[in-house]
């Protein structure tokens, strides 16, 4: 089953959709860089709007398929 994280949630001024097919959601209304690790552990998709997610945490998060950036640009996500 897919592991969906929100990551940022109190930032976004609208709703975000869920999926219809079957997932597990997980929703933080704030994330601190430092817990961006241990949140995303298991998650196969991250919602992130502006903390950001460096190559060093991509590396330590292998199930991690998808990054969407709830946000214009992408710079906090290291490319």
Known sequence: MLRIV?????????NV???????????????APAQV??????ATVAISNKVPITAATLA???DLKMIAVAA???NQIDL
């Not at 959709?17 to 209304?29: N, T």
């Not at 690790?37 to 298991?42: D, F, S």
Request: aromatic letters at 6%.
């Open 6 to 14: 929100q990551l940022e949630g109190e930032s976004l001024i609208a």
């Open 17 to 31: 959709r869920r999926p219809a097919f079957a997932h597990d959601w997980v929703e933080h209304a704030k994330t």
């Open 37 to 42: 690790i241990e949140r995303l552990a298991g």
């Open 60 to 62: 330590a998060l292998p």
């Open 72 to 74: 214009t640009g992408s």
